[in-house]
């Protein structure tokens, strides 16, 4: 396969396209407005904020953005071995990156099991009603970025590869964003209130 190459020119700069970037935009937005409120209610309610936040197990929190990280990594190396063309190496980084995805939700789930046992749910309090909608919609993203590898997985699995690298770039932008956002989510619910 020859090395795939972008032109500058071209509508799809920067890399992913600019409808990926619109949208990741808009997430990161939505996410921030949300963040914002969160904060103005832990202000409204300090000691409720930070009792709530103590309820929950940092380590869960340290071992997702762990596996969140890495993955972003072997994200960023599925994309640099793409370029290169070497396509099997490049397969090997995109099923490392899922993996890493999947292990995320595997300890969420875990984790959110053992909040619903504890019967700190949606409508426990204020705290908890921001945790679940906030690490709830984040999940949402790492599935869909799932889906979305999945995809991308499927297309350079096939000889010969159909996939263009403005492609591989857009789902490497949107996994980048659930990292993103996880880094923003983790540091507010587990460490700050």
């Not at 972008?6 to 996410?31: A, Q, R």
Request: charged share 15%; hydrophobic share 55%; aromatic share 16%.
């Amino acid at each position: 396969m020859e090395t795939p190459t972008i032109d500058p020119k071209s509508i799809y700069y920067p890399p992913g396209g600019i409808l990926m970037w619109i949208i990741i935009f808009l997430e990161l937005v939505t996410f921030g407005i949300a963040l914002i409120f969160m904060v103005v209610s832990a202000r409204e309610e300090p000691e409720m904020f930070h009792d709530s936040r103590m309820l929950l197990n940092s380590t869960y929190g340290a071992i997702n953005t762990v596996f969140l990280l890495t993955s972003g990594f072997f994200m960023a190396r599925t994309v640099q071995l793409f370029k290169e063309g070497n396509i099997l190496r490049a397969s090997v980084f995109l099923r490392l990156t899922m993996l890493g995805g999947l292990l995320f939700l595997a300890l969420k789930g875990f984790e959110y099991n053992e909040k619903l046992e504890a019967g700190l749910g949606l409508s426990y309090n204020t705290f908890f009603t921001y945790y679940w909608m906030l690490t709830l919609f984040h999940m949402v993203h790492v599935i869909v970025g799932l889906i979305i590898l999945w995809t991308v997985q499927r297309s350079i699995s096939k000889v010969p590869v159909n996939l263009k690298l403005e492609d591989m770039e857009a789902s490497a932008a949107f996994w980048h964003m659930c990292d993103l956002i996880w880094l923003l989510l983790f540091p507010i619910l587990y460490l700050i209130f």
